[in-house]
């Protein structure tokens, strides 16, 4: 067995021990770092198929952002974990279906590469990794389907935000147009009154000390 090939079934056990504690993980932490393990060792296996630039990308925006966005979510929510696996079992017979389908799907498309090894690898695919030649294809010959792509998720980014900014009952709001033109005089009223205590009005205390005085001698 050659070296390469050794690391790429030591990779993906890993990604299938991580990606099993993903889904049987009660704390929803660990599953998320389990999740981060995941990514990484995905990263490594497309290293070894000479993709470095999926693999960086998969490292940078699922491990840099996304994960660390979705650990900020779990850990800053108190999140029921019990409730929500209560119907667990009543979807697992539909999940497994899913992923029996998916399992059998992929081994009909990587079934004939395991039966004949022999195959020879195009010579373009020596290059699909390469960023270089990845860009080159993008923006020569399918511009057109990567800017609606990026049309797309402008889109999703915008309905996003149009989404969280809309007018709630349940949720506090203010118009931010109106707090940056608003100035001090809008917010401070200074009002002149009389001095209520019995130190600043003497009269009151003196009138105070005769009432004292009165219901003593009553009593």
């Given at each position: ?164 900014l809309r007018r709630r009952k349940d949720t506090k709001y203010f118009d931010p147009a109106k707090a940056v033109k ?38």
């Open positions: 067995m050659e070296f390469i090939t050794a690391i790429f079934y030591v990779f993906s056990a890993i990604l299938i021990f991580a990606a099993t504690q993903v889904i049987t993980a009660r704390n929803p932490v660990h599953a998320a770092l389990f999740l981060v393990l995941s990514f990484f060792t995905a990263a490594g296996i497309w290293l070894l198929l000479k993709a470095e630039f999926l693999a960086i990308v998969l490292v940078l925006v699922y491990v840099g952002a996304v994960m660390v966005l979705f650990l900020f979510v779990v850990m800053m929510l108190d999140i029921n974990i019990e409730k929500m696996r209560e119907g667990f079992w009543n979807h697992f017979p539909l999940a497994a279906t899913v992923g029996v389908l998916i399992v059998l799907e992929m081994s009909a498309v990587l079934w004939r590469g395991f039966l004949r090894p022999d195959n020879k690898v195009p010579a373009a695919a020596d290059t699909i990794g390469n960023t270089k030649s990845l860009g080159i294809a993008i923006y020569t010959h399918y511009p057109f389907a990567f800017e609606i792509a990026a049309a797309i998720l402008l889109l999703a980014i915008v309905a996003a935000v149009a989404l969280t608003i100035k001090s005089a809008d917010r401070i009223r200074i009002v002149s009154m009389k001095a209520e205590s019995e130190r600043a009005n003497p009269d009151t205390a003196a009138a105070a000390a005769v009432a004292s005085t009165e219901e003593k001698k009553g009593a």
